[in-house]
């Protein structure tokens, strides 16, 4: 689990990185650097938890 919560943290500083860096330099790959980064996460996010929810759903009754 600290493994995840470290990776959320590296995401929102990346993030918040390329947001910064756009509106410092007004380049646009940073901005899309953020979006795609974001995205990413997401996805990963959702994957995360619907495999939590299968471990939860997929508990064999002994």
Do not use: C, D, H, Q
């Not at 901005?31 to 619907?50: E, N, Q, T």
């Amino acid at each position: 689990m600290w493994l995840l919560r470290l990776l959320g943290v590296l995401v929102l500083l990346a993030v918040g990185g390329g947001v910064v860096a756009y509106l410092l330099t007004r380049n646009a790959k940073y901005l899309r650097f953020a979006w795609r980064a974001f995205r990413y996460a997401v996805i990963v996010a959702l994957l995360v938890f619907a495999l939590l929810i299968l471990e939860r759903v997929a508990v064999i009754p002994i």
